[in-house]
């Protein structure tokens, strides 16, 4: 796959510089090609791969869409502290797009599949679609003398103008929070106000020193697919141990609490030296899959990474990957 953004920016300081009016086009395109057999199977009446890079068409997609933006941000340095205030009201309005291949093909065939499985054609589609909407939003930073991030909090209401949607998108609630210089709270939560529920909340502790690094997420979320409610709740871990200025170990794990299952777990470690650094690591993700017949069926990737960088030249990746049915 080959991706191209291009944004393009304008900005106008306005009434002494207490305004700031921004314009942006964006220009995003993306070519997408499959290598492998063309081995497939049918489900539902539409031909689905067998496997990951079996069956689907070479794609094109393209697509703009303009943006405008009023700004405005106060800063003011107390005794102890200084605060920053920003207010944010901007418009987005999606422009011209086309779909060619495997992108057309998942407008048409693949949406139904992959609102109930993460199968096939839904891992290559990664294109967030971008609405017509106007938004205002609240944010605020308190900083330290010495100029380190204390806080940082941020509010978000989109209103949307699409047929499909709710008026009134998910109210967004993100907040930031470093309790120690070595240990952080971290919130990002959706409010449905048409369902009147939150709708997806995450929750993070972060410990970080220059030795053993640490943090445990959890994540819920409250979604209808179909008129039908369905809940998530993952548990994830991570940690890192830098053993010397050249050698660190991590490790990695996913569990999903409402279906009571592991989803994914990781090791491996990195050796740095001078310009260049290898990593090493092995990687066990459970995905779902619908069987031939339809029925509801999961698969086990197994997976070996193995990455040199040569900076600031670039890298490469090499991956042994098996696959097995749970």
Not at 183 to 200: C, P
Not at 270 to 276: E, I
């Amino acid at each position: 796959q080959h991706e191209l953004n291009v944004p393009l920016d304008l900005q106008f300081s306005l009434f002494d510089e207490y305004l700031t009016l921004g314009l942006s086009e964006n220009i995003y395109a993306s070519a997408i090609s499959f290598y492998g057999p063309n081995d497939s199977v049918t489900r539902k009446g539409y031909k689905v791969s067998a496997s990951a890079s079996q069956g689907y068409n070479t794609g094109t997609y393209a697509r703009d869409y303009q943006r405008v933006e009023l700004n405005t941000n106060l800063v003011k340095a107390f005794d102890t502290f200084t605060h920053s205030v920003s207010v944010t009201a901007a418009y987005v309005h999606p422009g011209t797009q086309n779909r060619t291949g495997f992108y057309a093909d998942y407008e048409k065939m693949f949406k139904e599949i992959c609102s109930k499985n993460s199968v096939g054609p839904c891992e290559y589609n990664n294109i967030n679609e971008v609405l017509e909407e106007a938004s205002l939003e609240f944010t605020q930073f308190v900083f330290t003398p010495q100029g380190k991030e204390k806080l940082y909090h941020r509010l978000r209401q989109p209103l949307i103008y699409e047929d499909g949607y709710n008026k009134y998108g998910d109210l967004e609630n993100e907040l930031r929070y470093d309790i120690t210089d070595n240990l952080n709270y971290y919130n990002n939560t959706f409010y449905n106000h048409q369902r009147n529920v939150i709708s997806k909340t995450l929750n993070t502790l972060g410990y970080n020193n220059s030795v053993f690094v640490f943090n445990a997420s959890h994540l819920y979320q409250d979604k209808l697919v179909n008129t039908k409610r369905l809940f998530s709740r993952y548990l994830t871990t991570n940690a890192r141990y830098n053993y010397s200025s050249r050698w660190q170990y991590f490790a990695g794990y996913a569990y999903d609490i409402e279906n009571s299952e592991t989803k994914n777990r990781n090791i491996g470690f990195l050796f740095k030296k001078r310009c260049w650094n290898l990593q090493l690591q092995y990687v066990e993700n459970i995905r779902p899959a619908l069987g031939t017949s339809g029925e509801a069926s999961a698969i086990q990737d197994k997976v070996l990474y193995l990455t040199l960088n040569l900076n600031p030249l670039g890298g490469f990746e090499v991956d042994y990957k098996k696959s097995e049915n749970e």
